[in-house]
């Protein structure tokens, strides 16, 4: 879904989809906010790439989302609903 290239990471404005998709639906649509976006892709893209990987994805992901190293997708989500994984590709 975010992968648009699919080539399993994420550039720049793929990860920028994917952030907004997750910060709109835990902390409600328009609490983007691009600024902070850019610093956090330059903190989690870890090699410096100009790409995000699985593994700084979910680190990322959790920053975010100030869930912290403590996040749980089971404890977050409503009872009866399926914890989705994060959808890389279409």
């Known amino acids: 879904m975010y992968d648009q290239d699919g ?4 550039d720049k404005a793929e990860a920028k ?5 997750v910060i709109d639906r835990v902390k409600g649509p328009g609490t983007f906010n691009q600024r902070n976006f850019e610093e956090w ?5 870890v090699d410096g790439n100009g790409t995000i990987d699985r593994a700084e994805m979910a680190s990322f992901v959790k920053k975010v ?3 912290g190293k403590h996040f749980d997708p089971a404890v977050h989500k409503k009872p009866g609903q399926a914890i989705p994984p994060l959808p890389l590709n279409k």
Not at 17 to 21: C, E, L, T
Not at 41 to 45: A, I, P, Q, R
């Open 17 to 21: 989809d994917a952030v907004k998709y």
């Open 41 to 45: 892709f330059k903190e989690f893209d």
């Open 65 to 67: 989302g100030n869930f």
């Open 7 to 10: 080539n399993d990471v994420l």
